[in-house]
């Protein structure tokens, strides 16, 4: 059974930075273009960052020049470097296939406050 684990998140002042890091049973992660979605309090699920298995990303409006997305498929993992961090990039961050169709994991929770 496929597995996604998500880690790195935590409460940060605005214009902080903030590493998250997912980590995949199999080869999950090199078999597929993989994206991290996040979801705030209230809202849908949106798909925030793209990798493609030929490394090309793409990112949402909203993040574009301050998140940055990796993949290691040496060690499965992909993660999402983010900067200049906004209260409004508040929410639970996940990682999954894109589009997603594997079972999404607990997420990472990630705040942004003063």
């Known amino acids: 059974q496929v597995q996604l684990v998500e880690s790195g998140g935590g409460l940060v002042q605005p214009g902080g930075s903030l590493r998250l890091s997912c980590a995949a049973s199999g080869s999950i992660i090199s078999n597929n273009a993989m994206g991290w979605y996040r979801q705030a309090p209230g809202k849908q699920r949106e798909l925030v960052a793209v990798i493609t298995r030929g490394g090309t990303t793409n990112y949402a409006d909203s993040v574009k020049g301050r998140f940055t997305i990796s993949r290691d498929n040496a060690k499965n993992t992909v993660l999402l470097q983010m900067n200049s961090l906004k209260p409004e990039d508040t929410a639970v961050y996940y990682c999954?296939?894109?589009?997603?169709?594997?079972?999404w994991g607990q997420g990472t929770q990630v705040t942004v406050s003063s």
């Open positions: 999954n296939a894109q589009p997603a169709f594997y079972n």
